[in-house]
């Protein structure tokens, strides 16, 4: 079965980086756009980056050049590099993967941004 594991969160302070990846598993990596959501406690889920099957990307207005998407059909791997971090980046970060009427989420890697 499909399975999407997220890892590379943690406690970071303000200004630090991070790099998340979600390792995929039981399905067809590369043609599936890959996207990275983020659910902060008693928000929505929104979401933060998408790069799809041909590698294009975009990015949530609020990201501002701060994050960058990228895969690794390779290794069916997906990973978000998060920089400059702030306390409102802390949040839940979710992978999700989609093809056609097909979707799938990890089970989520939590980010705290905090001095």
């Known amino acids: 079965q499909v399975q999407l594991v997220e890892s590379g969160g943690g406690l970071v302070q303000p200004g630090g980086s991070l790099r998340l990846t979600c390792a995929a598993s039981g399905m067809t990596f590369s043609i599936y756009r890959m996207s990275w959501y983020r659910q902060a406690p008693g928000k929505q889920r929104e979401l933060v980056a998408r790069i799809t099957s041909d590698s294009s990307t975009n990015y949530a207005d609020w990201v501002k050049g701060r994050f960058t998407i990228s895969r690794d059909n390779a290794k069916n791997t997906v990973y978000l590099q998060m920089n400059s971090l702030k306390p409102e980046d802390t949040a839940v970060y979710y992978c999700?993967?989609?093809?056609?009427?097909?979707?799938?989420w990890g089970q989520g890697t939590q980010v705290t941004v905090s001095s």
């Open positions: 999700h993967a989609e093809f056609v009427s097909l979707g799938y």
